[in-house]
C-alpha cells in the first residue's frame, strides 16, 4: 500500500540497540529476545535488516554506552546508518539505504520508544512507508522523573496509537505482534 513507486520490498530497521540507550530500560531482556529473534528470521529469509546507531555529545562513537548490546549489530553486507537526532531519517542516509533496498514496508524494531522509536514511526509513514511497529520489541527507560507516564503506559500508547488508524494516503503505520511478522 505504500506510496513509494517502484518499491515493493520489506526491510527490518533496528534502531539504537546501544548500551547507552537501554541500560537500566522497561523490558530490556525481553525485548532483546524477540528483536534477536526477529533479525534472525529476517537473515534466514532474506529479507535487509539496517542498523541506526546513534551519536551525539552524550553518546560519544566508540565509547562503550555507543557499542551495540552483546549479540546485536549489524553482520557483514548489512546497511549502518548513524544518526544524530530522534528521527532516523534526519540528516542521515536512511531514505537512500532504504530506496536501494527497494524499501515499501519498514518493520521497525529497538529505542527508544518515547523519542526515535516514535519519530522515526511518524517520519516513515509521512515520507510514503508502511510501518509495521512491533509490539514487544521496542522500549525505553524510565522518565518519570520528568513528567512523562511509566514506560509501560508510553510504549502501550506508542503500540495502541500505531494499530489504531496511522493513515495516510497510500500508506499506513500499524502495531503487530512478534508473531504476525511473516518474512
Known sequence: MSTLEGRDGRALVVVDL?????DGAHRREE???TVTD???????????????QHHDDE?????????????????????LVEKSFGDAF???????TLAGLGTA???????????CIRCT????????????????????VDLSEY??????????????????????PGRRGRSVTPDAVGF
Open 18 to 22: 546501544q548500551h547507552g540507550v537501554i
Open 90 to 96: 534526519a540528516g542521515t542516509t536512511l531514505e537512500q
Open 59 to 79: 553518546l560519544v562513537r566508540g565509547t562503550p554506552p555507543w557499542q551495540w548490546v552483546d549479540g546485536l549489530g549489524p553482520a557483514d553486507g548489512e546497511a
Open 105 to 115: 514496508e519498514i518493520v521497525l524494531v529497538g529505542a527508544s520508544s518515547e523519542q
Open 121 to 140: 514511526l511518524h517520519s516513515a509513514v509521512v515520507r510514503g512507508y508502511d510501518v509495521a511497529l512491533v509490539a514487544g520489541a521496542h522500549t525505553m
Open 147 to 168: 513528567g512523562l507516564p511509566e514506560p509501560a503506559v508510553v510504549i502501550g500508547f506508542l503500540d495502541s496509537v500505531a494499530a489504531s488508524g496511522m493513515e495516510w
Open 31 to 33: 525485548v532483546l529476545a
Open 38 to 52: 526477529l533479525v534472525a528470521r529476517a537473515r534466514a529469509a532474506g529479507v535487509p535488516v539496517v542498523w541506526v
